[in-house]
């Protein structure tokens, strides 16, 4: 009995050793694995921060894509004074090249916020600009030929309105500083169409949206004549022959027949021109298109009053320098003079 319970006695402590043994190899393992989750991790880091480390930059032999530069202009920027926008261009861009400040580009142009510009679009370039007065010339033809009011370029000069330039006396011709508000706009924009005075109009060139009625329905006089590149508007009218130049028709009519607006537009001029035109309307067309109706006997509107196609601009009379009664008649296209009947209707 003694002997029995004894055994079970020596059994059980043999157990619990057995348990404690066991307990403690699972602390000691679980000590020495604790102390090794450093050294672990230190050996770990390098691994990661080579995985996270930046790749290595391309070797400078490596070819770089160069950046898109938009292409440039035929003509010198520096001198332009219009510009066809390219892919890729913006207005800073142009202003820069053009040395010319973007906000006077704006101005000329009429641009409205955000001041984007599209490819194929047509930027008057502003530049100041001088005229060398030639035998003969008057200070109204010089306007019609720059297309800047007459008056503009005697304030410009310090001069009278009213008075007369001399042959060799250098004027500035103050640059456009806001473009009027086209009237007949064509839809679609115009192509980059630089006057040439050596080419006859057609009525191809006229905007879709714009097409000129006859302004009196007498007879024509005296048609149009070419004058050669470079000839100004006092010269051609000096020349009076039958082949020498002449820029527009010369309409027959009754003193004090009612002239009639051509096109509907914008009054640009309405006044006298003392020396050669006499009494003179002009009406801008927009897109660079003008009328412009002289020798009237009276003018019958407003500088800056909107007008209708065969709307009653004046009367004819014979106020010009010439003493026949007759409606002195001109289109221009971005001042250029081109012929009028070919670009009437045909009666």
Known sequence: MRRGLMRR???????MRRG??????????????????????ATDKPARSQAKAKPKA??????KTPAKAAPAADSDPTTETRHKVLAGETLGGIAGRAEVPRI????????KPP???REGQVLVIPRRR??????????????????????????ANGIDPKGRVRAGQTLVIPTLTKAPPPVAAPATPDSDDEADETRPATRA?????????????????????????GVSSSESRARRSKTSPHDGIDIAGAKGDPVRAAAPG?????????NLYGNVVIIDHGRGWFSAYAKLSKVTVKKGELVRAGERVGLIGNTGSTSTTELHFEIRRNTVPRDPEALLPKR
Do not use: C
């Open 9 to 15: 006695g020596l059994m059980r402590r043999g157990l």
């Open 20 to 41: 404690l043994m066991r307990r403690a190899g699972r602390l000691i393992a679980g000590l020495a694995l604790a102390a090794a989750l450093p050294a672990l991790a």
């Open 58 to 63: 391309p070797s400078k032999a490596a070819p």
């Open 104 to 111: 006077l580009i704006i101005e000329a142009n009429g641009l």
């Open 115 to 117: 001041y984007a510009v």
């Open 130 to 155: 001088s005229h060398t007065v030639k035998e003969g010339e008057t200070g109204f033809a010089i306007a019609m030929d720059y297309g800047v009011s007459w008056s503009a370029i005697a304030v």
């Open 205 to 229: 060139d006229q905007p879709a949206a714009l097409r000129f009625a006859w302004p009196a329905p007498g007879k024509v006089r005296r048609g149009f004549v070419l004058r050669a590149k």
């Open 266 to 274: 914008l009054v640009w001029f309405a006044g006298k021109e003392p």
